[in-house]
């Protein structure tokens, strides 16, 4: 019954979208018609001049009450989101626009714009999806169990607020969901775990699903979300790879035969990829660096085109802690790009390794006599680009 109605809801939103989309121009027309048609019954010659003569009788007076009332209501607005944001961290009417009203003037559903993608991802188009994101997703993302609990042992504060809870649950749904899913059990139970807020409702789902079979997105959950240390989480993950790439190698056999199929490939290309990086990422945790830089390094030899993870930022994190600047700046080259969206990485490293070859040798009394040189304003260019990207770091 449940079912029935969801689906009605969504033809009936589908409906609303579609005519809102390609009937707009007759709308348009048939008021315009019934205007013409009615304008003697409804006395629209004489109510038109009621009201220029009204206009005409309007004092100074009036237009500075206007004025006066306007601005009052656009400060008690401007107090009421300072106050939305100092606490939740994100803009009132941003968030209703982007969660109520643009599913139903027919916004673009993450879902669907990145199922589109080809088994390696598109990678204009994913660039073009990312960019549009108001808040960038950080690639160097904590583990939200062994990491961010940590924070809330500690001080009793939830690190992250209901925005960030948001996007990373679109990004679950996104990465690790299907079509296909309702035809698998374990699956299906996934598919609602990801869109569960309370984490131990998510976490008892997880568990229920690896009672059905071994499934790879959950113990991605129960490694994100159920292991209090990074060993922990690796181990998880690693029972995640197991079953994943089992997956993986079998929807690459089949992804030709069907759409369906296909949709099922993408997501099992997109666990996997997510696997790796963050046993790589718990690697670098652990200690072994240069194990981490070797399988990010083959992870994006394997998958050149998946661009959505930003795997190469995780790269640059920890080329960064094993000071091998070179390895950086080759990285750095490549994905530095004036076509590619920036993000706060790309740009403070860049930054960074400018500052840092002209450091040495800098001498503010020199530079006041001769002046900047060319590497001296490419550094300086870099730093200001850099605060520019995030205006709230202190200048």
């Known amino acids: 019954m449940a079912e029935a109605a969801t689906g009605f809801l969504e033809q009936l939103k589908s409906c609303i979208v579609w005519s809102w989309t390609y009937l707009w121009t007759v ?38 009450a206007l004025t006066g009332t306007s601005s009052l209501i656009s400060g008690l607005i401007l107090i009421f989101e300072w106050w939305y944001f100092r606490k939740y961290g994100t803009s009132f009417i941003e968030q209703v626009s982007v969660s109520h009203l643009r599913p139903l003037l027919g916004g673009v559903d993450n879902n669907s714009s990145n199922n ?12 073009q999806s990312v960019s549009e994101c108001k808040v960038w997703r950080n690639p160097l993302n904590l583990f939200r169990g062994a990491e961010y609990n940590r924070y809330t042992w500690v001080t009793g504060r939830e690190p ?7 996007l990373s649950a679109q990004d679950h749904q996104t990465f690790f969901t299907c ?40 113990y991605i959950l129960l490694a994100e979300e159920e292991a209090t240390t990074i060993a922990e989480a690796e181990k998880l993950f690693k029972q995640a790879l197991k079953a994943g790439d089992g ?23 997109n666990v996997l990829v997510y696997i ?43 080329l960064l802690e094993l000071q091998a600047y070179a390895d950086v700046q080759a990285v750095l080259a490549k994905y530095d ?43 300086v260019e ?14």
Not at 42 to 55: A, P, R
Not at 189 to 207: D, L, T
Not at 293 to 307: A, G, H, I, N, Q
């Open 27 to 64: 709308w348009f027309f048939i008021v315009l018609f019934l205007v013409y048609i009615l304008r003697v019954p409804l006395k629209i010659n004489d109510n038109l001049s009621t009201v220029s003569m009204f206009l005409n009788t309007l004092t100074p007076k009036f237009y500075v």
């Open 116 to 127: 589109s993608n080809s088994s390696n991802g598109d990678s204009d188009s994913n660039r």
């Open 160 to 166: 992250l607020t209901y925005y960030d809870m948001n």
């Open 179 to 218: 079509d296909s899913d309702h035809l698998r059990p374990a699956d299906a139970i996934m598919q609602k775990a990801w869109r569960e807020r309370n984490p131990q409702a998510r976490i008892s789902a997880a568990h229920e699903a690896l009672e059905i079979n071994e499934c790879a997105t959950a």
């Open 247 to 269: 997956c993986y190698r079998r929807s690459q056999q089949l992804q030709h035969h069907g759409s369906q199929y296909e949709a099922q490939h993408r997501r099992d290309t």
């Open 276 to 318: 790796k990086r963050r046993l790589a990422m718990c690697a670098r945790r652990l200690g072994r660096t240069r194990e981490a830089v070797k399988m990010m390094r083959d992870l994006m030899k394997e998958f050149p085109l998946l661009s959505m993870f930003n795997i190469h930022e995780n790269l640059l994190e920890a």
């Open 337 to 379: 790009d004036i076509s590619l969206p920036k993000s706060a990485t790309i740009c403070y490293t860049a930054a960074l390794l400018k500052a840092r070859a002209v450091s040495d040798k800098f001498s503010p009394e020199a530079a006041s006599r001769r002046g900047l040189s060319t590497a001296e304003m490419n550094a």
């Open 382 to 395: 870099a730093i200001h680009r850099a605060v520019e990207f995030n205006p709230h770091v202190p200048k």
